[in-house]
């Protein structure tokens, strides 16, 4: 690989040039990182919700984009949606093999960061400190 970190296609297989802004497995990661898309996968990593249940499982998030998150991690292969025909119909999502196969490292990166949290209300610096970090993100004084 003489072109530092990016992989060529017949370099590597299946493998895409991903530093590359027309590479098209950008797209699934900016969908999987996005501020959303994260939260998706980590809520449907043990079962499949309805629309309403994923929406409640996620504070914060709008049906607006909660919508256009599952869409587009549907369309990336990532997310299967089953619609039952019912009045109103009734719209379950959950993981693909693929989804849970990419989800799993981010379901091992939420676990890390939550064990090594202090208690809730501890303030950035608190947990910095307690660490051991704080030293190394302040600078000398004069």
């Known amino acids: 690989m003489g072109d530092g970190a990016q992989v060529t296609q017949a370099e590597a297989g299946n493998r895409y040039e991903v530093f590359h802004t027309d590479c098209p497995a950008r797209d699934v990661v900016d969908h999987v990182t996005s501020k959303w898309g994260i939260w998706v996968l980590i809520s449907l ?26 869409r587009a991690l549907v369309q990336d292969g990532l997310v299967w949606r089953e619609v039952e025909p019912t009045t109103p119909p009734q719209v379950t999502y959950g993981l693909t093999e693929f989804g849970q196969d990419v989800g799993e490292p ?4 939420f676990d ?28 000398p004084g004069p």
């Open 45 to 70: 990593r043990s079962n499949g919700l309805r629309f309403y249940e994923l929406r409640d499982s996620i504070q914060g998030i709008s049906e607006k984009m909660l919508a256009q998150t599952l």
């Open 106 to 109: 981010l379901t091992d990166l």
């Open 112 to 139: 890390r960061i939550t064990q090594r949290l202090p208690s809730s209300g501890t303030s950035a610096a608190e947990r910095l400190s307690a660490t051991g970090q704080a030293k190394q993100l302040t600078t």
